[in-house]
Nanobody, 125 residues
Framework: QVELVESGGGLVRAGGSLRLSCEAP????????MGWFRQAPGKEREFVAA????????HYADSVKGRFTISRDNAENTVGLQMNSLKPEDTATYYC??????????????????WGQGTQVTVSS
C-alpha cells in the first residue's frame, strides 16, 4: 500500500510561484502513473496534472496549462508540481494521487486509488 505525503503549500501573492512535492516514505511509486488534483471550498475535486510512470506522457488541465509543470524523479521517489503565475482562483487544497492499475483514463478521481492528505495553497490578490 502506497501512502502519499504532499508538501510545499503556502500563502503567496498573485503572480508568485510555489513548488509542491509528493513522496511515499518507505515505498516506491516509480511504476505508477501519478496525478495532482485540487479542491476548493464548496467545489468538487478537479484534475490538475498527471504524468506517466516514465515521464513520457503528461497531461494538464486547460486552466493551468503554460503555468504549471509536473515532473517526477523516480530515483528520489518524488513527484513535483511547479506552479508559476499563480492566480487567486488557484487557491485550493492540492492532492497527490496514484493512478489505479485499473484506470480507464487520466482525468477522473475514480482513476486514482491512493491519495495524500493534501496541502493548502492560498493565492492572495
Amino acid at each position: 500500500q502506497v501512502e502519499l505525503v504532499e508538501s510545499g503549500g503556502g500563502l503567496v501573492r498573485a503572480g508568485g510561484s510555489l513548488r509542491l512535492s509528493c513522496e511515499a516514505p518507505g515505498r516506491t511509486f516509480s511504476n505508477y502513473n501519478m496525478g495532482w488534483f485540487r479542491q476548493a471550498p464548496g467545489k468538487e475535486r478537479e484534475f490538475v496534472a498527471a504524468i506517466s510512470w516514465n515521464g513520457k506522457i503528461i497531461h494538464y488541465a486547460d486552466s493551468v496549462k503554460g503555468r504549471f509543470t509536473i515532473s517526477r524523479d523516480n530515483a528520489e521517489n518524488t513527484v513535483g508540481l511547479q506552479m508559476n503565475s499563480l492566480k487567486p482562483e488557484d487557491t485550493a487544497t492540492y492532492y497527490c494521487a496514484k493512478m489505479s492499475v485499473h484506470a480507464s483514463g487520466w482525468f477522473s478521481t475514480f482513476d486514482y486509488d491512493r491519495w495524500g492528505q493534501g496541502t493548502q495553497v492560498t493565492v492572495s490578490s
